[in-house]
């Protein structure tokens, strides 16, 4: 299953983080801290995938933002959650308008429940975007009312 | 949009700054600011929503980058009651963020949760949901069942799809809420709803199902399975599904996992999904997109999971070559991890990529390389494992992650092991592999080598002790790391001794390169304990001289603050004081069977005492045992179910017992921390034997066989517990008992099996990444011959496993159609009619069963691993045979009405599911059931139908337990045959 999903920039910022097992703040911050490092230190050529504390890592780069999912060792397809990531970042893409880090930043909670379409207890759900978007939609126009 | 508009001023510039920050430093003063900021606000009364959710996100914010903000939690459960949307959705993703699964202040939401389901408001229903799915826990999984569960039905596609999620974490945290049954039906309506999102959500639930374990449960269902696949492939899913126009590929990955494990080791099922698995491959291969590439790697992992299929696998290996050509190292890895799948049908497909995965060893990308060792790891055989060995000694010694260098250390051995071409290869590529590697040797790994040395000792003889001790003793005059002084001193003491038992000069030269030792820089006070143990070994060799020497030592170490130290010194040098009185005397020699106890014996016996048996003691003991805990018995060995014998998981007290009171081989016995002692020295002569035999400290015992007292007094007396308990040993001498007849015990077996089935679950925790362990430098001395010794029967059965599908008999399955050469069958009795169906004999009449039960004690020794038993001429005719489908229920009935059964232990290769599974493809039957380490399986003989079931219970150390059971008393012994050639 996914462990967590996270979008760190290239300063080590994390800038949105989902966990689907429980780790306390200080857990987080320290593995946060590691994968940015263990993913910067990582050039082009290289393959998007690691193995770092027991997890599977896998890694994606958009401009300056990393898009890190960390899943079990037994999890079989690391293409297919890269494409996973991708998917994700279409979706954000769809919704936000050419998104960008601020994107993210300003509006967290949207992206937040964006994952929560996608993800559910660390398994992929819903890859649909018109799906994912809906229930996102109807927040907005509560809001609205 | 990332303008920020929507927010207030002051969270806007918050974002804003926290976003300029260009270090730790830097984020931290700002988030500190903050977190006194909202403390003080928190307390204005009051406060409007939109206040309430930016104070939230702020935070977000101040958790996520590493800061407690616990004071805000409270507010986040009171959002959640909140009448607008929005907000409550918010409150929701702040209480999963924020609160950890234990949380007292879950409880709290538990009644807002439950309103929120039953709301009729779809969207408010969702939230909850989500948030559901997030939340629950053990503590109220029971109060939201029920509502969760009657949103299977709501007409709300995504409120179906979020509960069916939500119903598969309900069943996790407590298996009690929902029943089998209940959940079955309800997954079952989930793959057969009209949505295909919800669909998509239940294969998840299958896959969770599937990956536990519960395959056959759902090989019915493979056809619907296969059949949503195609149509998925065939487009036929709603556009909105595609992406980048490839149809549903995360629904179709899903499904290859899930038909990868129905069709597993299953031919029948395996069948259906060719078809379906071929286009899907086809199709993925088309296109030049990464998400293809994920399909097309589902797809040749899916070929390699299932029973394998000739052209799928040439497709599989296209693919793979196409992967491993590419420039793109993410698909370079995924071409070597399909490869490694392959590898283990067929090695063929390695060859054409050798530079590639040379090249893969040799890249910069450490993730590339540590799956190319992988791939490297499945590959070897004997003739490449000198290769590979020294190319992953060579990763150990300039890695440094500790995480893969442990790998490759149980790698290594693991290999060196399995293949090593020689002893001497062997034991000095042990060396380099402690050498490099000494921080990873622990206690398992110490008495796993310890058992190899011995076992090996003990089959080639004194050769083998000269040359070990000799390297030994040449590395003992280096500078060594503790963990392999230890081991040095192991084989010094333990084997040293033995070999150079009478030659003095060998053992004064030994005993000085230890002494040695003694004054070299230390890590650790234990090493001295091995140090001491080691030269209490050799003072107890006979012809031993340096007791002033080594008594000195001891009597320098009884000074030890170090307790073990101390305890060790104080008893060895006790012993050597009755030592060197013993070799004052002359050589005495020992009656280890007490001759001169026959008379009494036998005059007894005329008076009619029952003879002596161990096997009853034993018994008794582990019955005993077994009545005063019961408690201690779990799972599911406790009903006989599959005509096994008892196979008990019993827990640690059992294995004190059997320990003390059985001569079997087991694994616990002689182990201590010093490792395996398993000397046997000089048996000394009983009546001034007390001292001395714990003089040569690993305690006394003959090295007849079928002596019943070795272990016993190994056990008691292993130097490793003499800290401990050395007074008690002193008073515990056992006398020998009355030796039994030479010949083999017939006993033995069982008691062998009695101590396998109880020490196999504990020996399995303890040495699980060494699984293949015993196999070691013994066996291939023991496998070269077999190999290079072709059989034509095995390439016989080897081609009956090929057999076409049509064959596959149904031999119980009432819809199935029966082959026309059975054309009296009659359907509505199946159970009845059975056993005629499928012998054409009728039922051994139970006359003959005491005929059968007779010879058992025969049996055991013919079935003895040792004697090769020539195969008889009737058997060599060849027999074939075809699977049989029937299912547990059956195998049963079919069990308890055919009692012709062979009942036999063998000690085999057999040492993991795996191989178990392979030897039965090879007999061409198919397997019912597995239960941890037992299987069922079922097949009938292909010319005459009748019956044969197969009861196995394999053991991690080889031993390898069989009952057949078959109408006709000639296929057994023709399997059973079969086996012992081709597996044992």
Known sequence: MINFILMVNKQGQTRLAQYFQFLSVKERMTLEGELIRKCLSRNETQCSFLEHRGYKIIYRRYASLYFIIGMDLEEENEMAYLEFIHNLVETLDKYFENVCELDIMFNIEKAHYILEEMVMNGQIVETNKTQILAPIHVLDKAKDE | MSSGSHLSKELHDLIKSIGETRSKQEEDKIIIKEVQQLKTKLNEKNMPPKKVKEMLIRAIYIEMLGHDASFVHINAIHLTQSKNLALKRLGYLCCSLFLDNDSELLILLVATLQKDLASTNVHVVVNALTAVGKLISKTFVNALTEPVLKLLTHNTDIVRKKALMVMQIIRQLNQDCITEQDYDDRIRRGIQDKEPSVMGAAFNLYHEELKKGAVNKYKPLTGTFVSMLKQIIEHKLHKDYDYHRFPAPWLQIKLLQILTLLGANDLKVSEQIYEVLGSTLRRADDTTINIGYAVTYQCVKCISGIYPQQSLLEQAANSVSRFLKSDNNNLKYLGINALTQIVSISQKYVLEHQMTIVDCLESNDDTLKKETLELLFKMTN????????????????????????????????????????????????????????????????????????????????????????????????????????????????????????????????????????????????????WILTCLAKLQSARAFQMFDQTR?????????????????????????????????????????????????????????????????????????????????????????????????????????????????????????????????????????????????????????????????????????????????????????????????????????????????????????????????????????????????????????????????????????????????????????????????????????????????????????PVQAQPIPQQQQQLRSYIPANINVDQYEQLWERNQNIKEVTLQSKIKSEQDFKRMIQTININVIEVIDQEIICAGANAENKSCILIYGCYNSNGSLDLKINSTDPKDAEYILAVIKRQFC
Not at chain 2, 390 to 401: G, N, P
Not at chain 2, 462 to 478: A, P, R
Request: glycine share 6%; net charge neutral; hydrophobic share 35%.
């Open chain 2, 552 to 864: 000195a030592i001891f009597q320098k170490y009884m000074q030890s603050k170090h307790l073990d130290c101390q305890q060790r010194a104080i008893d060895f040098f006790t012993l050597a004081k009755f030592n060197a009185a013993l070799k004052g005397s002359q050589f005495i020699t020992v009656d280890p069977k007490m001759s001169f106890l026959d008379a009494y014996v036998q005059q007894e016996r005329l008076r009619g005492a029952q003879p002596y048996n161990p096997s009853l003691q034993v018994k008794a003991a582990a019955l005993g045992s077994a009545a005063e805990a019961p408690s201690l018995n779990f799972g599911p060995y406790s009903d006989n179910k599959y005509g096994g014998v008892k196979t008990g998981t019993f827990g640690t007290e059992e294995n004190k017992i059997t320990n003390q009171n059985s001569s079997a081989p087991t694994i616990a016995g002689p182990w201590d921390d010093t490792g395996y002692n398993q000397k046997q020295p000089p048996a000394p002569k009983p009546v001034i034997a007390t001292p001395m035999a714990i003089g040569s400290t690993t305690g006394m015992g003959s090295n007849g066989s079928g002596q019943t007292t070795t272990k016993t007094t190994m056990q008691s007396m292993g130097s490793g517990q003499m800290g401990v308990n050395a007074n008690q040993t002193q008073n515990n001498y056992i006398p020998p008992v009355k030796p039994l007849p030479q010949k083999e015990d017939p006993n033995l077996k069982e008691k062998q099996k009695l101590a396998n089935q109880l020490f196999a679950p504990i020996s399995q925790t303890q040495q699980q990444p060494q699984q293949t362990q015993k196999k070691g430098i013994t066996a291939m001395t023991a496998q070269k011959p077999m190999n290079a010794n072709p059989n034509p029967n095995a390439n016989q059965t080897q081609t009956l496993q090929q057999k076409p599908p049509a064959q596959v008999l149904n031999l119980l399955e009432i819809d199935d159609p029966l082959p026309t050469k059975q054309p009296n069958i009659v359907v509505p009795q199946v159970y009845v009619q059975q056993p005629q169906i499928i012998t054409q004999k009728s039922v051994v009449p139970s006359q003959q069963q005491p005929q059968q039960q007779q010879p058992l004690q025969q049996q055991w020794s013919q079935s003895s």
């Open chain 2, 382 to 529: 004997e003739q490449n494992c000198e290769v590979i060995i020294q190319k992953l000694i060579h990763f150990l010694k300039t890695s440094s992650d500790s995480n893969f260098k442990k790998d490759l250390f149980v790698k290594i051995s693991l290999l060196n092991e399995k293949h090593a071409p020689t002893q001497e290869w062997f034991i000095k590529t042990a060396n380099t592999l402690f050498e490099f590697g000494s921080e990873f040797i622990d206690n398992d790994v110490r008495n796993n080598f310890f058992k190899l040395l011995i076992d090996n000792f003990n089959d080639i003889g004194t050769e083998f002790g000269v040359f070990i001790t000799e390297i030994y003793s040449d590395l003992l005059k280096n500078d060594l790391q503790d963990n392999i002084l230890k081991i040095v001193c192991w084989v010094i003491g333990e084997i040293g001794s033995q070999i150079y038992d009478q030659d003095p000069n060998k053992l004064n030269e030994l005993t000085q390169l230890v002494i040695m030792k003694l004054d070299s820089q230390l890590e650790s006070e234990t090493t001295i304990s």
